[in-house]
């Protein structure tokens, strides 16, 4: 279970130095994007590892290199903080309960499907050797793109980027390819999981908000006299207070 907590304390790492990206790019969602933070640092940062050793065969797929490629985007997550931590408080006092709700959701389902494979942590069935050998294959792989583990020579001729992700996090951590294919789809299991609340809290309170706004509005067209082309009514845009409310 220990690798797992290096797992997860890893994806919470990632997930803060990816929040001033998330909170501006989805500045109109209600909840500016917390809970998708943590899938898009771990895509952001296999990416940013994936592109250049793709785009320059010589750059060696190592340890070095992955903690080179966090450390700059750590630098860029660090400045982005600096100029956005105001809308990070605001967001942080405007939905605290929500922003606990997410990570004890993550938490809990990481956790959960630890707990629940520590019973049985073999790979044996279904696909799970080709998973576990793509895995083994792209962390042994001294350059990119990985070699194919049927094919030698060749590289992989399958889609392999979920693997890759895993595997640039298992290398950075120093985990082996088996270890390496537990402690995986448990952060997945998580991501999916808060993924999936952050979509249906965005989704409820935007519909929230509109049928609050359409009850006001057609509240308001009974008790005022009719307004001229001249003077149209606007409702102003919703703000996050507005539109996530979990007291």
Known sequence: MFELLQMWALV??????????????FHNLPDRGWAFSKAIAIALLAFCVWLPLMSVHALPFNQMFITGSLLILSAFGIISFVKTYRSILKVLRAHFIYIVACELIFLGMVFLLGWIRSYGPDIRSFEMFMDEGFIAAIMRSPHLPPNDMWFSGYPINYYYYAHFTVAVLAKLLGQSPSIAFNTGICVFFGLTAINLFGVTCNVVAWAR?????TT????????????TASQPRTTPAPTGRQVLRWN
């Open 12 to 25: 919470e790492l990632l997930g803060l130095i990816c929040l001033p990206l998330t909170i501006t790019v």
């Open 209 to 213: 908000h509109l049928r609050t706004r």
């Open 216 to 227: 006001r509005a057609e509240t308001s067209s009974l008790h005022t006299v009719p307004q």
